[in-house]
């Protein structure tokens, strides 16, 4: 009886020379890891000190355009201060000046530039100027770099109010100490507050009696309302408190047709029927020896 023999070979581990060498690779490895980590740790360091620097480079610009700003903020506010402490160094008066002396506009004007050429209060001084007597209206404006311009309009007088005041175009009354050379026109008397109404009246009225060559002397209304005008002839027209217009319209066809021509033998001339007209007529003077 034959017997196999086999022949157990050992397990082949590694080497011993395998084990060293792979000792002495770990060991080398280490080194090369700590020399990543310090590289990394240096560029960090860079990396901040260029963010700090960037940083601080910022605040500064910042100071820097804020002091400038300050700066010509500063100059501003003293060049406006040096302007608006300028005195005004003419003052120029402008318009149709028959009534009133540019004199007396400029004397009026000097103490409200006391403050300097931009303190002064343009419209404080025009409604001065408009407080005048025959001071219409008034604009002023400034003209650089030191001068003040106004300009005047004055009114114009259509009618007399009262005893002693005239009445404008609007009906504004106005009064002044003259009455030489005002005393050709007309008369308008009312109760105070009327004026607007009855200028507007009175303008209507000439409307209606220009073409027929007659002219008003005199206009009233009394606190009724009641509107009477006296015609430069003689006429009297008693108007009523309504119905105005129709109630000329009727006056013109009658004066047209009957009357024209007859203006010395009419007294009177009531206009208050609601569709007539009542004439009065003067009486006829008595023979004499009769």
């Known amino acids: 009886m034959s017997v196999l023999r086999k022949k157990i070979r050992p397990a082949v581990g590694p080497s011993k020379d395998s084990a060293n060498a ?33 940083k601080v480079s910022v605040w500064f610009n910042r100071v820097l355009i804020l ?8 100059a501003g506010v003293k060049g406006v201060l040096v302007v608006q402490s300028l005195p005004v160094q003419r003052i120029s008066v402008s318009g149709e000046l028959e009534h009133t002396q540019a004199q007396a506009v400029q004397d009026m004007v000097e103490p409200e530039l006391a403050g300097g050429f931009l303190n002064a209060d343009l419209q404080q001084i025009r409604r001065q100027l408009e407080s005048l007597p025959w001071i219409y209206e008034a604009g002023v404006r400034r003209r650089w770099p030191a001068s003040l311009e ?10 007399r109010w009262g005893e002693s005041g005239f009445l404008n175009h609007q009906g504004g009354i106005f009064h002044s100490g003259r009455s030489g050379g005002w005393d050709e026109l007309p008369l308008l008397t009312g109760p105070r507050g009327s004026a607007p109404a009855l200028m507007t009246k009175y303008q209507r009225l000439l409307g209606f009696l220009s073409p027929l060559d007659l002219s008003v002397v005199q206009l009233s209304v009394d606190g009724r309302g009641q509107v009477q005008a006296v015609l430069a002839n003689g006429v009297q027209l008693n108007l009523g408190d309504a119905d105005f217009l129709p109630r000329m319209r009727r006056f013109v066809t009658l004066y047209e047709r009957e009357l024209a021509g007859r203006e010395g033998e009419i007294e009177r001339v009531d206009l208050r029927y609601a569709s ?3 004439v009065a007529f003067k009486a006829s003077p008595p023979l004499a020896g009769l």
């Open 150 to 159: 106004i300009h005047v309009v004055e009114e114009t007088p259509i009618a």
């Open 67 to 74: 002091c400038g700003a300050a700066v010509v903020l500063a």
């Open 22 to 54: 792979a000792v002495r690779g770990r060991g080398r490895a280490a080194p090369g890891g700590r020399g990543r980590r310090s590289v990394q740790g240096a560029t960090r360091n860079a990396q901040q000190q260029r963010d700090s620097g960037i």
């Open 276 to 278: 007539g007209v009542a």
